[in-house]
């Protein structure tokens, strides 16, 4: 997890109708205010049971205040139905981190928010596939892995030219030491604020 707040993913593609079926989107305000145009963030997380999401810290208290709904099965939030066949669950309590500070850093931003209803698994909506070190195989090694998929809804870009999307994205990510993370977060800081 990155020590700072980057609040978006720089370019991706769209992603294929259920090709993350973990993935799931954060919906805020109560069912009066949603109503027929819900108010959707930035934020997502990832389904690891049946009644737990896995998300941000910071997206639990942000301007729009708590997330109140997760939707399951999303691809396009600006449209009604595209074949995804979303089903929203409100949710019951949200748990952060103990030791999570908001600010600049964040380090432990993490939270779990526990489902009212418990999410109904299909082909297009599952938990992810968590690494467990016990089912590690011979040919498996975790040392290995030098990249990872970032999924999600929000802005495409930085500064003032950047834009929103309601449509799922993918973007390819290189994996780095924390060292190096710390140096290249660094230039982008000073290159941002000249």
């Known amino acids: 997890m990155y020590p ?47 009644n737990y999401v896995l998300t941000a810290a910071h997206c639990t208290d942000s301007s729009w205040g708590h997330p109140t709904v997760v939707r399951v099965g999303e691809h396009d939030l600006s449209r009604k139905d595209e074949g995804a066949h979303a089903v929203d669950h409100p949710i019951k309590r949200i748990i952060v981190h103990p030791d999570y500070r908001s600010g600049v850093t964040l380090y432990n931003d993490i939270a779990l928010l526990e489902l009212t209803t418990p999410v109904n698994f299909t082909k297009h909506v599952r938990p992810a596939c968590l690494f467990n ?62």
């Open 4 to 50: 700072y707040n980057v609040p978006y993913v720089h370019g991706g593609i769209n992603a294929g109708l259920h090709e993350f079926p973990h993935m799931t989107a954060l919906g805020y305000g109560s069912e009066e205010v949603r109503g027929r145009f819900p108010v959707w963030s930035n934020c997502g997380g990832t389904l690891i049971s049946k």
């Open 133 to 194: 070190h016990r089912e590690k195989t011979e040919n498996s090694n975790v040392q290995d892995v030098r990249t990872a998929v970032a999924t999600g809804w929000g802005n495409m870009g930085f500064g003032k030219g950047r834009k929103r999307t309601l449509m799922f994205k993918m973007c390819g990510l290189q994996l780095l030491q924390a060292g190096a993370i710390w140096d290249l977060w660094m230039l982008l800081v000073i290159s941002y604020r000249r």
